[in-house]
Nanobody
Framework: QLQLVESGGGSVQPGGSLRLSCTAS????????IAWFRQAPGKEREGVSR???????SYADFVKGRFTIARDNAKNTVYLQMNSLKPEDTGVYYC?????????????????WGQGTQVTVSS
């Protein structure tokens, strides 16, 4: 069974940074595309970034230039470095395994979601 565990969330002031981690167990991440999604209270879950097995990244427009996705195969972990954080970045961040059933921003294309990690950006 593919399992993912997110960590690294927390509370930060606007303009601050956080690095989220998504660690896999039961499989090796390097053979899969892994994405980060987020969900704010009362809103739908939305795609933030994805990295494919060739380490090619994709980003939502609202995080381009601020967030960076990367993987460390030795640690079986995908990271999301988040800089210049804004209050609208607040939400629960999830990672998931892409099954390539559709567009990378479509939640239905994903299996094996993690439990999420809370990110709060507030002054």
């Amino acid at each position: 069974q593919l399992q993912l565990v997110e960590s690294g969330g927390g509370s930060v002031q606007p303009g601050g940074s956080l690095r989220l981690s998504c660690t896999a167990s039961g499989f090796t991440l390097d053979n899969y595309s892994i994405a980060w999604f987020r969900q704010a209270p009362g809103k739908e879950r939305e795609g933030v970034s994805r990295i494919n097995p060739s380490d090619m990244p994709s980003y939502a427009d609202f995080v381009k230039g601020r967030f960076t996705i990367a993987r460390d195969n030795a640690k079986n972990t995908v990271y999301l470095q988040m800089n210049s954080l804004k209050p609208e970045d607040t939400g629960v961040y999830y990672c998931a395994v892409d099954s390539h059933r559709g567009a990378w921003t479509w939640t239905g294309a994903y299996d094996s979601w993690g439990q999420g990690t809370q990110v709060t950006v507030s002054s």
